[in-house]
Structures are given as structure tokens and as C-alpha cells.
């Protein structure tokens, strides 16, 4: 896999765990208009059937993200879908490969989809707690301009791409670790707690 396809496999997979249906219908519409000269595998996506129902579905989520509740039961169903969506974009992106080469490029898609995913869904989750309706609002639509910004760059620049994703992946993993440790730490104090009292 070159760095290239690399940026590509990430950036697209990394924004299938933001928003599924908005990579697919990007990719689809980029081959079907060659926005972009895309190598061959990509023609994959150019279908009027699977553009037309990922434009469909990115409505539906679309109307989704702006009710609190409804998203998040929406991304807690979506947290078994976009994994393997973004499993399978990354596995199209790499054209003719061994099995093997497929199979680890499906478990890298799938893993960084489901990274963003259940950092989108966390991040989600707390602003569904808030009374008011307009921070799900903004993030909803910053979540879809960002989808929409990386899916350009990853067909585009790749390399920028690759870059974004990698930075973002390092973050996500650098916050995972801070939390886990802060839950570890307020456990301790409460098992400790009452053997002092």
C-alpha cells in the first residue's frame, strides 16, 4: 500500500465514523462526475443506486443529528454499521490486493471508523444533556463540513489527508488515555473511601 492509498484508506474511513452515508455519496459522486482523476477501484462507488440511497440516508441522519435523543439512539445504532462501512471503503480503496493485504486494510478502515465513531458519539452524547438545542445543531453541521472537507482531501491531496488523520487518530488516543485514567482514578478514591470512614 502506498502512501497514497494510505491517505486515502484513513481519510475516507476516518470520515465514514463521522458520517457513513455523506463519505459514500462523496465518493460516488466524485467517480460519476470524475471530479478528481481516481484510480480504477474506485469506480465501485459509481452507481446511481448507491449514490442515490447514500444521499437518501444522509438526509435521514441529516434530520437525526438536530433532535437530541433521537441522535443518540441513532449513533448507537450506527456504532455496528459505520465500523464495517468504514472497513469496506478502505478495502475498495486498495483496487487488486492479496487477502491478506485486504484483510488488514479492512481491520485498519474498520478500527479508525470505529475510533471517530465513538468519539463523535461520546462528544454527542454530552451535548444531548444540554437544555438548549443549538450546540447539537452546530455540531451537527460542523461534523458534516468537516466529512465533506476530509473526503476532498483525501481525493484530492491524500497526503494532507493521511496527515489529518493521523494527527486526529493520535488525539483521539492521547484523550481515550487521559479519561481512562481520571474513571481509574475516581474508582480508587471511591473504593478507598469508605474503608477510611
Known amino acids: 500500500m502506498d502512501v497514497m492509498t494510505l491517505g486515502r484508506t484513513l481519510g475516507f474511513s476516518f470520515a465514514a465514523g463521522v458520517n457513513l452515508y455523506a463519505t459514500v ?58 465500523p464495517v462501512g468504514g472497513a469496506l471503503i478502505a478495502v475498495a480503496t486498495l483496487g487488486d490486493a492479496t487477502p491478506a493485504v485486504e484483510g488488514l486494510a479492512a481491520l485498519l478502515g474498520g478500527t479508525v471508523a470505529a475510533g471517530s465513531h465513538l468519539t463523535k458519539t461520546s462528544t454527542r452524547a454530552v451535548a444531548n444533556t444540554s437544555p438548549e438545542p443549538i450546540s447539537n445543531w452546530v455540531l451537527s453541521v460542523s461534523e458534516d463540513a468537516f466529512v465533506v472537507g476530509l473526503g476532498y482531501l483525501a481525493l484530492a491531496h491524500p497526503i494532507a489527508a493521511l496527515v489529518v488523520a493521523l494527527v486526529l487518530i493520535g488525539l483521539i488516543v492521547i484523550f481515550a488515555a487521559v479519561i481512562a485514567r481520571t474513571v481509574r482514578r475516581w474508582f480508587s478514591r471511591r473504593r478507598i473511601m469508605p474503608a477510611t470512614s
Open 25 to 82: 455519496a462523496i465518493l460516488g459522486l466524485a467517480s460519476k462526475y470524475e471530479w478528481v482523476h481516481l484510480p480504477a477501484q474506485f469506480q465501485v462507488f459509481n452507481n446511481d443506486v448507491v449514490i442515490g440511497a447514500a444521499i437518501v440516508m444522509y438526509l435521514v441522519e441529516f434530520l437525526a443529528d438536530k433532535i437530541p435523543y433521537l441522535d443518540s439512539l441513532w449513533d448507537l445504532i450506527h456504532t455496528a454499521i459505520r
